[in-house]
């Protein structure tokens, strides 16, 4: 029977190896893609102010979009990379669940996300507008949570990481089409908790802002916990 120690060094490794597997290479181009995004932004706000954004749009515009992008960037090619190295079913055939395994790497992005989110939000209150970046960082990693979730969904009903991405991208270009007509209603992906209707009462919006970000989590597992079941059918994914 394994003792504590052992079980916390054997998921420690486990993690690390999530760690190298997952973010191979991709860090440096997250970083190169936050940076020139920010740039960009912040060289309209400088030269172009007229054509900016308002400060009820810095959430939005400098946490949640580019939180929800890199979701889909990290996840598109999680299972699609397995199954090119021809590596995916040597994953069914380990001591391990394929379920704690898949979950693990998902738990790397998840806190690598959270992470990018604190030093993003950090960044726009200093740079571009003044707003609770602690609590915009945490209301942004639900999308973001959201979109990694369903995009590992995506990736397994997908052969092509480029298929997975696009769907996941295609969704997100949906919501943003939707946003005028759902912004102020309680199923808003990218609902701004700090924007209180008017006319809406303190305690209802509350309520509403609680159970919007609860669904938008909950829809998350769900969609994790379809794909590892599909995964099952390996016959269908090889």
Same mark, same amino acid.
């Given at each position: 029977m394994l003792t504590w120690k052992a079980l916390l060094g054997s998921l420690w490794r486990l993690y690390r190896? +999530?760690?190298? /597997?997952?973010?191979?290479? %991709? @860090? $440096?181009?997250?970083?190169?893609?936050?940076?020139?995004?920010?740039? /960009?932004?912040? !060289?309209?706000?400088?030269?172009?102010?007229?054509?900016?954004? +308002?400060?009820?749009? !810095?959430?939005?515009?400098?946490?949640?979009?580019?939180? +929800?992008? $890199?979701? @889909?960037?990290?996840?598109?090619?999680?299972?699609?990379?397995?199954?090119? %190295?021809?590596?995916?079913?040597?994953?069914f055939s380990t001591s391990s669940s394929h379920y704690s395994i898949w979950i693990m790497r998902l738990f790397s992005i998840y806190l690598m996300l959270m992470v990018?989110?604190?030093? @993003?939000?950090s960044a726009a209150y200093f740079l571009f507008a003044e707003f609770p970046y602690v609590l915009g960082a945490v209301n942004a990693f639900a999308p973001a949570f959201f979109m990694v979730s369903l995009t590992f969904y995506f990736s397994v009903l997908c052969r092509s990481s480029n298929a997975a991405g696009m769907l996941a991208v295609g969704l997100l270009v949906v919501v943003f089409l939707m946003a005028e007509s759902l912004q102020e209603s309680p199923y808003y992906l990218f609902m701004n908790p700090f924007q209180q209707p008017m006319g809406v009462d303190e305690t209802i919006w509350a309520e509403q802002v609680f159970f919007n970000r609860l669904g938008v989590v909950v829809l998350g597992i769900l969609s994790v916990y379809f794909a590892l079941r599909r995964m099952e059918q390996r016959e269908k994914l090889l």
């Amino acid at each position: 029977m394994l003792t504590w120690k052992a079980l916390l060094g054997s998921l420690w490794r486990l993690y690390r190896l +999530s760690v190298q /597997i997952v973010f191979h290479r %991709k @860090i $440096l181009f997250m970083c190169l893609g936050m940076v020139a995004y920010y740039g /960009i932004l912040y !060289a309209f706000a400088v030269f172009r102010p007229d054509e900016g954004f +308002s400060v009820e749009q !810095a959430l939005l515009v400098l946490v949640e979009v580019p939180g +929800s992008v $890199l979701a @889909i960037y990290l996840t598109m090619d999680m299972v699609s990379g397995e199954r090119d %190295k021809d590596t995916l079913e040597i994953l069914f055939s380990t001591s391990s669940s394929h379920y704690s395994i898949w979950i693990m790497r998902l738990f790397s992005i998840y806190l690598m996300l959270m992470v990018a989110l604190a030093v @993003i939000s950090s960044a726009a209150y200093f740079l571009f507008a003044e707003f609770p970046y602690v609590l915009g960082a945490v209301n942004a990693f639900a999308p973001a949570f959201f979109m990694v979730s369903l995009t590992f969904y995506f990736s397994v009903l997908c052969r092509s990481s480029n298929a997975a991405g696009m769907l996941a991208v295609g969704l997100l270009v949906v919501v943003f089409l939707m946003a005028e007509s759902l912004q102020e209603s309680p199923y808003y992906l990218f609902m701004n908790p700090f924007q209180q209707p008017m006319g809406v009462d303190e305690t209802i919006w509350a309520e509403q802002v609680f159970f919007n970000r609860l669904g938008v989590v909950v829809l998350g597992i769900l969609s994790v916990y379809f794909a590892l079941r599909r995964m099952e059918q390996r016959e269908k994914l090889l």
